[in-house]
């Protein structure tokens, strides 16, 4: 490497240089003014003229070309590379402006390198390289200077020296000789080069200034790199200070900490952070643990007490050993396991739900007789919007004396917001299943999974997979939360889940839990759960009890039929909240006020009816069936609607149909088709008709099929003209042989029927058995006309066609 020493070495060995410093030999110049010396390239180093600079020397030809200058008694001409870490440049990658030095000592190092102490003369200008093996030889054209100096020049030196003061100050790597020997130079270029060499900038930027003929102007942007200097060293030093400062303060702080706890303990004193981990311990002997759980609290707790009170890793295991200790690991409630109580407490808070209620009591009654055998069941209660799902938990919970905790599971879509995250994060927590069994106190609360139908899934993880261990009675004696890191017992925890339906539940999970069905309610039943519950509940709310309110039956039915339309009692309620909040300001406001609310009444406070009572048509149709569907609200009539218009075959399906009821369609179609003979129905009319089937409500996607003989028979009932009975409801899937198969919902769907003033349905012979989950008063108001054939469903839903009735044409049978 060709590089010079550091700056104390170059000072010292000033007095020596300056010993051949006036020695340089005449040049012979040839007639362009040049002259020939061998050349050394200079990696990362510019040398000024009159700059003493060390140098050293180990590429091969670089020692050769030293060698040839001392044996024949030559300067030598030195010139930085533009790329530093070139081993071999070529003329190309070396600056043309370079330097004339006289050689001095030479030291020979052990490994075959030498130092060189050197000094340059003047500034030369590289006109051709002559030679390049064994070493590198030049011709240089001298380049001369002027004086540089003008009526500027002297301010502009003492302006350069008080900056170079400033910079020798304040940077500690600078030796404090460097400012004596800027004083000494009495010359504007000569000071220019010496505070260049000794300025820590990049080499093109000193080969710059070694360019710069003109002393005064080298002077000048010596005195801007100086200011530079000045202001980066300035902010420096201010960043090592504040450094400095704050770590002072940290050792003070720390030393007089330490001093207090000394003196606290000759006081026999405890400090804050000494109470706290006695306080943790008592806490912690205090609480009946797991041997498990004790350990880690035991080895967490003795992690703290040799921490440093600052460290940021204490508040992490602090608030982790609160976590451990404020579980609830042995806590138990006593269970009341008296089922006329029990009875009693469903039976005032809820009508009807008789399926839930048996199994509730049929728990307790087991856990009396075997409370050490039986495993927590694991409900979930599934039904429409309304039919009380989660109020009956919160009955349950107080029949069973138990606390009630309830998590809303809708739009969950993180596995860490049930499992927890892993302590590495920061403001890692528990998941909710912890921190409900923290805030419930007892290892064995009535825990409510709400909504579970309602759980998403994205990149960060299934919670419904999540919810399998929790779920699962062989898994969840041992749950382990992320953040915890520990086993939790949860299998003395009744869990009940709700969900609308069935479909978006994984199997795995729904195969974990007793499904109980919520049905819709009866007109009956919705009558006396307001009488019961929801008047009482409104009025005491809206500050009317001492008004004496009351509602007739024909008012109730007016609201149900005709301003609510759903299976459960929810909208029912608000209407009767928005009634008694009409009669509250009549009271405030001092008007007369009616105590007997009656169908005008209701009328005169909501406006006009919502839904018209006759909802049924007024004739019977062609190509016009009532079908019957379910959904996630409960039961509701989907009119099927078929035309026929002149064209050729096609089949159109609108009504924002899924592909499973589109399949349906063509079935029926196909059916259709193939008995058309049987029907009496032209085989040459479908390839001249247009068909197209609707269902209205156009904006509600609609799939299933269920509604496969009603498309049938809307079919049928258009290519022979039978108009279709209006009183007639239908619901069963249909195959290309006409056989009809068993479908799901049917209560819903009877319910839905009632509604609308439907008193025939039409359902499959294998739904038979579910007639029984039918009220009887329902039973009594429909007739049930049950069927395994479409030729059953045709009997039944169409009409004889009118002796004048004319034969179909595939015109609208309208």
């Not at 000494?274 to 080895?299: D, F, G, N, S």
């Amino acid at each position: 490497m060709d590089n010079p020493l550091d700056y104390p070495d170059e000072l010292d060995l000033l007095e020596e240089a300056l010993a051949f410093a006036d020695t340089f030999p005449d040049e012979i110049l040839d007639e362009d003014g040049c002259y020939e010396r061998p050349f050394m390239p200079l990696r990362g180093i510019v040398l000024y003229p009159h700059i003493v600079t060390p140098l050293f020397v180990g590429r091969d030809r670089s020692l050769a070309a030293l060698q040839a200058a001392t044996a024949n008694g030559e300067t030598l001409i030195v010139g930085a590379q533009k790329n530093s870490e070139e081993p071999s440049p070529d003329a190309n990658g070396i600056y043309a402006i370079g330097t004339e030095v006289q050689i001095g000592r030479i030291i020979r190092l052990p490994d075959n390198s030498s130092s060189v102490l050197s000094q340059g003369a003047r500034r030369v200008e590289i006109v051709e390289f002559v030679q390049w093996n064994p070493y590198i030889r030049v011709r240089v054209r001298p380049l001369v200077e002027s004086d540089g100096w003008n009526q500027n020049t002297e301010a502009l030196m003492r302006a350069v020296l008080d900056l170079y003061e400033d910079v020798v100050e304040l940077n500690r790597k600078m030796p404090d000789d460097a400012f004596t020997y800027a004083l000494n130079a009495d010359e504007p270029g000569w000071l220019a080069d010496f505070i260049a060499s000794t300025l820590d900038t990049p080499v093109s930027v000193k080969q710059h200034l070694l360019g710069i003929l003109d002393p005064y102007e080298r002077l000048r942007e010596v005195s801007v790199l100086l200011g530079r200097e000045v202001d980066l060293l300035e902010t420096e030093t201010r960043i090592h200070s504040e450094i400095q400062e704050g770590i002072d303060k940290a050792q003070r702080e720390h030393f007089l900490r330490e001093q207090m706890r000394a003196i606290q303990g000759e006081l026999g004193e405890s400090d804050i952070f000494t109470q706290e981990l006695v306080e943790l311990r008592e806490r912690a002997a205090e609480i009946e643990l797991p041997p498990a759980v004790a350990a880690r609290v035991e080895k967490e707790i003795a992690r703290l007490s040799k921490m440093p009170p600052m460290s940021p890793e204490m508040g992490v295991i602090r608030t982790y050993v609160d976590w451990i200790l404020d579980l609830p690991w042995t806590a138990l409630s006593e269970d009341n396991l008296d089922v006329a109580h029990a009875e009693r407490v469903l039976d005032e808070d809820h009508y009807g739900l008789e399926k839930v209620k048996e199994r509730i009591l049929e728990y307790i009654a087991v856990r009396q007789i075997a409370p050490d055998e039986m495993r927590t069941p694991i409900l979930c209660f599934v039904g429409p919007p309304g039919t009380g799902k989660t109020s009956i938990a919160r009955s349950i919970a107080t029949s069973l004396n138990r606390e009630f905790i309830r998590l809303s599971l809708g739009g969950i879509r993180d596995e860490a917001e049930i499992r927890g995250h892993r302590r590495t994060y920061i403001g890692a927590l528990p998941g909710r299943i912890i921190q409900s069994m923290r805030r419930a106190g007892t290892r064995n609360p009535l825990f409510i999974l709400d909504e579970i139908d309602k759980l998403g899934q994205d990149f960060r993880g299934d919670p419904a997979a999540a919810l399998l261990e929790v779920l699962d009675p062989e898994q969840n004696v041992a749950f382990q939360d992320h953040y915890l890191e520990l086993d939790f017992d949860l299998s003395d925890v009744l869990f009940l889940t709700t969900a609308n339906t069935l479909y978006p539940i994984p199997r795995p999970l729904l195969d974990r839990m007793e499904v109980i069905e919520f049905p819709g309610y009866l007109e009956e039943e919705k009558l006396e759960i307001a009488h019961r519950f929801i008047i009482p509940r409104q009025l005491r709310e809206h500050g009317l009890e001492d008004q004496r309110v009351r509602f007739d039956d024909s008012a109730l039915k007016l609201l149900i039929r005709q301003y609510t339309y759903e299976a459960g009692v929810r909208n029912l309620e608000r209407e009767i909240a928005n009634v008694c909040r009409k009669i509250a300001r009549r009271v405030v406001e001092h008007k007369r006020v009616a105590r007997r609310v009656t169908e005008k009444k209701i009328v005169e406070l909501l406006g006009p009816p919502r839904f018209s009572a006759e909802m049924l048509r007024a004739e019977d149709e062609i190509g016009l069936v009532n079908g019957l569907a379910w959904t996630a609200a409960g039961g509701d009539i989907l009119t099927i609607e078929v035309n026929l218009m002149p064209g050729k075959g096609n089949f159109s399906l609108t009504g924002q149909l899924g592909d499973i009821m589109q399949e349906s369609a063509r079935a029926a179609l196909t059916y259709t088709r193939s008995r058309c003979q049987d029907l009496g129905i032209d085989p040459d009319l479908f390839e001249q008709t247009d068909i197209h089937l609707h269902v209205p409500e156009g904006s509600v996607p609609k799939d299933g099929p269920s509604a496969g003989i009603a498309m049938a028979t809307a079919l049928i009932s258009a290519f022979t003209r039978r108009p279709v009975r209006r009183n007639v409801g239908m619901t069963g899937e249909i195959t290309l042989r006409g056989r009809v198969l068993p479908v799901g919902g049917v209560r819903e769907k009877a319910l839905a029927a009632r509604r609308l003033g439907i008193d025939i349905v039409i359902i499959p012979s294998r739904n038979e058995n579910n007639l029984h989950d039918i009220p009887k008063r329902l039973r009594q108001d429909i007739e049930f006309i049950l069927t395994d054939r479409m030729e059953d469903v045709l009997d039944a839903a169409l009409l004889p066609l009118p002796p004048e009735t004319p034969a179909s044409n595939g015109h609208n049978p309208e």
